[in-house]
């Protein structure tokens, strides 16, 4: 170990592991195909982004105007029915999937970014620093996030996507710096980040090319997960109407089915699909994480 | 043993002050005038009966002093038990609101959370490792923990309640009666109490069996599940020591969890209209009382802070490693 230290160590290793990876890449690829919980999922999810983007551009009306008749199921002209003031609701429905994946994106992305970065900088500084980063995990682990959001967000009179994104990512991190943290803890001691260590470069630029790069299917499932999770918070949020204020989301269609006695009126077409909508989506994701996680783990293959 | 006790204690301890502290910040640092605001939604016609208030709600949140003076007076008064008065119900102190609602979120969470666990482990054992099985209930408890709370919720109410009319969907208890022993009250109340129950359980269920389903995959591979194998122990027997190996993680995972199931009791509530605090929260919310929320919020804090205490006790006094290493295992 101490007689391939220093720089030329470090670039003779850089240009080694570029056939393993490519390698690595092609095997993965292999079984990807071959997992049909991973394609199916991924078919699901590609799917439904793809009318999130597209969709809107064939709704020629704001979703919320009132342009039809009123309280119709679902027929040729309005393919999701209205709701009891005429709007349409495959409009909503379809402004609604967009904001869907905005969401979970955005808070998603938020709590992406700090997880991993208090997960990396604990598992890998360690002592003191991890500590104080594991406390302040605990801590925001144990607060209850929606109730936490619903105070905070109440105060608030003007709502909207960005501000809800930045809020869920604020509270749903620390179950992924704790994932993180635990793999980052395992991958600090290896050799070859001693030798990078060694070598003087910076904390952060280890972190960033010679850990994270070898978990790299360990983060893009903990983004899967906290996309999930955001998504169902934010229409947890919406339904207690807490959403974005003149916006559109499967959550606010809920919100209004209830609010508007849909149950009792017996109108099925209103609160069904945006359900069904986040239900699909976030399950398939979850399905899609699991076929990653057996594409990935060669232990879970053989199923 | 003392030491993991002592260091979650500590950790609770500071949860709760952090807690507080953003109950107290919150009013103050988010733009707008919180007193004005609140009275603005609270119907109050007597002009005397509104000064009257805005000076009692002035004098509480003590806006005239310096912040840290405010900060102490908050905790002074939360340790005496003082939530402050509601404006909805003006003039009830929160305290008696909360408590009032507690029993039946209480009444809702605690057999939903412990049957789903049970019975999801179980299941999500017997599911692992047997190809049929596995293929159907991985993606129906994926499925499953993707639904939101309030649209099972209201699936449920629309096809088993209006649709055919076996529960009632409003309500913790027929408005036709007042909460008393006889026999009519408690069957109304739990006739009302089955839908709201229901829609928790389903939802926790799959996540339970997944995660038990997972970890018994994971014990299968180990060594001593493998040496068994090999000497020729019977199926059952190497399952029966996976399933204890796999349940101290899933015991953590109640706690992790806890947080998730008690906002799917929130929002399954509101559905219902069942009088916990999900549904005091949607009218806290709607006549912007922030006393009211503010206590709820509390309360929710400190209801998952006991549990989370409960919990680590009987991690403790299952996993025999957590006494002998008298070290933090999970944190």
């Known amino acids: ?49 793809l009318l999130g983007i597209i969709g809107p551009f064939f709704v020629d009306h704001d979703p919320n105007q009132y342009v039809g008749p009123r309280s119709q199921p679902p027929n040729g002209e309005y393919w999701l029915g209205t709701t009891t003031f005429g709007q349409d609701i495959w409009a909503q429905f379809v402004y609604g999937v967009r904001s869907t994946f905005l969401i979970g994106t955005f808070g998603g992305g ?39 959001l619903i105070v905070a967000i109440a105060y608030l009179d003007v709502r ?105 009126l017996g109108m099925w077409w209103w609160f069904i699909p945006p359900g069904l909508g986040i239900t699909i989506i976030v399950g398939s994701l979850y399905i899609l994480n699991v076929g990653l996680d057996e594409v990935f783990n060669p232990k879970l293959r053989e199923l | 043993m003392w030491r ?9 301890l500071l949860t709760f002050i952090v807690a507080v502290t953003i109950n107290w910040m919150i009013p103050r640092f988010m733009p707008g005038d919180p007193v004005r605001s609140m009275l603005s939604r609270a119907q109050v016609s007597n002009p005397e009966a509104l000064e009257r208030m805005t000076t009692y709600y002035n004098e509480v949140f003590g806006l005239d002093r310096s912040l840290p003076q405010q900060y102490l007076s908050f905790w002074s008064g939360l340790l005496r038990g003082d939530l402050g008065i509601s404006t909805m119900l003006y003039p009830e102190p929160v ?31 017997f599911a692992a490792r047997s190809k049929v099985l596995d293929n159907t209930v991985l993606p129906v ?80 591979e180990a060594d001593y599940a493998n040496y068994l194998q090999a000497l020729g ?14 349940m101290l993680p899933q015991i953590t995972g109640l706690a992790v969890q806890l947080g998730t199931l008690i906002a799917g009791a929130l929002l399954t509530e509101i559905v219902f209209n069942y009088p916990g605090l999900g549904t005091l929260i949607l009218s806290s919310l709607n006549s912007r009382d922030f006393f009211l929320l503010q206590g709820i919020f509390l309360f929710v804090v400190i209801g998952v802070l006991i549990a989370n205490f409960i919990i680590d006790i009987v991690y403790v006094l299952i996993d025999p490693r957590t006494r002998v290493q008298m070290t933090g295992g999970s944190s």
């Open chain 2, 95 to 125: 305290l008696d609101i909360i408590l009032r609602a507690v029993p039946y979120t209480l009444g809702l969470l605690l057999p939903a959370i412990l049957l789903s666990w049970i019975i999801g482990n179980r299941f999500g054992a």
């Open chain 2, 4 to 12: 993991y006790i002592g260091r979650k204690l500590f950790v609770y």
């Open chain 2, 233 to 246: 122990a019977p199926r059952r027997l190497i399952r029966r020591y996976a399933f204890r190996n796999a």
């Open chain 1, 110 to 148: 938020v709590a992406f970014l700090i997880g991993t970065t208090v997960g990396f900088v604990a598992g890998y500084k360690g002592g003191i620093v991890d500590e104080i980063l594991n406390m302040l995990t605990n801590v925001v682990l144990v607060l209850p996030a929606l109730v936490v």
């Open chain 1, 160 to 264: 909207g996507l960005f501000i809800q994104g930045v809020f869920i990512g604020l509270t749903t991190w620390p179950w992924a710096a704790r994932a993180v943290r635990s793999q980052a803890l395992s991958l600090a001691t290896r050799d070859y980040v001693d030798l990078a260590r060694l070598s003087g470069r910076r904390t952060w630029k280890i972190i960033t090319t010679e850990i994270a790069p070898n978990m790299s299917s360990y983060l893009v499932m903990s983004f899967i997960l906290l996309f999930g999770g955001a998504v169902l918070t934010a229409a947890g949020l919406d339904f207690i109407g807490l959403g974005p204020s003149n916006g559109v989301s499967l959550g606010l269609m809920l919100e209004s089915a209830v609010a508007w006695s849909a149950l009792q």
């Open chain 1, 1 to 49: 170990m101490t007689n391939v230290s220093g720089a030329p160590g470090t670039a003779e290793k850089a240009g080694t592991p570029e056939p393993a990876g490519e390698r690595r890449g092609s095997e993965t690829l292999h079984f990807a195909r071959r997992n049909p919980k991973l394609l199916i999922g991924l078919g699901i999810v590609l799917a439904f982004l």
């Open chain 2, 141 to 220: 408890g994926y499925v499953l923990t993707a639904t939101p709370y309030m649209w099972l919720a209201l699936l449920l109410a629309w096809s088993l309640g209006i649709v055919a009319g076996v529960f009632p969907v409003a309500g913790g208890y027929s408005y036709s009666l007042r909460p008393d022993f006889s026999w009519m009250f408690i069957s109304s109340l739990l006739s009302h109490w089955v839908l709201p129950f229901l829609s928790l359980f389903i939802v926790a269920l799959g996540g339970w069996a997944i995660g038990m389903r997972n970890m018994i995959i994971y014990e299968l």
